[in-house]
């Protein structure tokens, strides 16, 4: 994978993933409602979740073509779209 593919993923597989989650809540309103459960609360807050921990997946499990050995790279932690190759210890 190139790093701007690792961007595009990055930034709309959480939001598919949360659009996912809410309508598998959309599926069961009637179920969480009966059960006493907020539908809305539901899937604001496990959307949310969702997404970050669709973007933790991203960021931590999926690795770019290093382009100086070809090797595993992936994102150093808060530095946006850089990422450091588990082989050869370049930046990128």
């Not at 961007?7 to 009637?30: M, N, R, S």
Request: glycine share 12%; proline share 5%; with cysteine.
């Amino acid at each position: 994978m190139t790093s701007p593919q690792h961007f595009a993923l990055g930034f709309f597989a959480p939001l598919i993933a949360g659009a996912l989650f809410c309508g598998f809540v959309g599926l069961i309103w009637e179920w969480l409602e009966g059960h006493s459960i907020q539908p809305l609360v539901t899937m604001l807050v496990g959307g949310v979740l969702f997404a970050m921990a669709t973007r933790w997946f991203v960021r931590n499990c999926v690795s770019v073509a290093c382009p100086f050995c070809g090797g595993r790279s992936y994102e150093i932690p808060d530095r946006g779209n850089r990422f450091m190759c588990r082989v050869c210890g370049k930046d990128h």
